[in-house]
């Protein structure tokens, strides 16, 4: 079933757009496809951090692109008020670039003596940038994930404002809470689902779950944890 977008670099329209990935990883089914090329190329720039859903859409769209590209076929998707960059446009760089690119890349070649001996102006160098950055103290920036989590309460007398509560008081390093709702699961039963963002290296989600999430005080109301989606955000 297509789906129809308004004035995506507005105010109104990227906070439907990230309502609209809240349960989603990709604009149509289950891969990417050209829906997704679609809303990318009528975004003027990335989503702000505000809009957590669109902003993890938007780069994990963007690494694709860069990496592979998208074959998907897509259901279709109309957007509207939007300035569309051509689907060619995104998913090809110009030629001229790909030209210099390989020029590059073979000129450094040129320069690089894949056989050649170590000099000793070379290992002196060497040593100095290895002894720069265990001083530096500086750590290579990890990667991130957002991750859609399901949090199923005891019954419909669990008090979900005090369930939410709970979840969002486990603070640890590198993870950070972002949007929630409650989604209605049949007799008079809710649950809560709420977006995660993890530093991937930091923050486990399997360990949060096992022994943050569901264990005293937090399992008074917390029944289980369940991953809904688990996507990469590429920096």
């Not at 990935?21 to 951090?49: C, E, H, N, W």
């Not at 096992?210 to 590429?234: G, M, R």
Request: charged fraction near 30%; aromatic fraction near 6%.
């Amino acid at each position: 079933m297509a789906v129809a977008f308004h004035n995506l670099n507005s105010a109104s329209g990227l906070k439907k757009l990230d309502e609209y990935l809240l349960t989603r990883s990709y604009i149509s089914g289950y891969q990417a496809s050209k829906d997704d090329i679609t809303v990318y190329s009528s975004l003027a720039k990335v989503p702000s951090a505000e809009y957590v859903n669109a902003s993890r859409w938007y780069n994990h769209i963007d690494a694709l692109l860069r990496i592979s590209g998208v074959s998907g076929e897509g259901a279709g998707v109309t957007v509207e008020g939007s300035a569309l960059i051509t689907e060619e446009a995104v998913a090809t760089p110009p030629a001229a670039d790909a030209k210099a690119s390989v020029a590059e890349v073979e000129d450094d070649d040129d320069d690089v003596d894949l056989f050649g001996e170590e000099t000793e102006e070379e290992k002196k160098a060497a040593e100095e940038r290895a002894a720069a950055v265990k001083a530096s103290g500086k750590k290579k920036e990890s990667g991130k994930s957002s991750v859609l989590l399901d949090v199923k309460p005891w019954d419909d007398e669990t008090d979900m404002k005090k369930l939410e509560e709970a979840v969002r008081s486990v603070h640890l390093e590198g993870l950070t809470y972002g949007a929630s709702k409650l989604v209605p699961v049949g007799y008079g039963i809710k649950k809560l689902q709420i977006m995660l963002t993890i530093v991937d290296d930091l923050v486990s989600v399997d360990d949060l779950i096992e022994n943050y999430l569901t264990v005293e005080p937090i399992n008074e109301y917390v029944q289980s944890c369940d991953i809904v989606a688990f996507n990469k955000i590429c920096k």
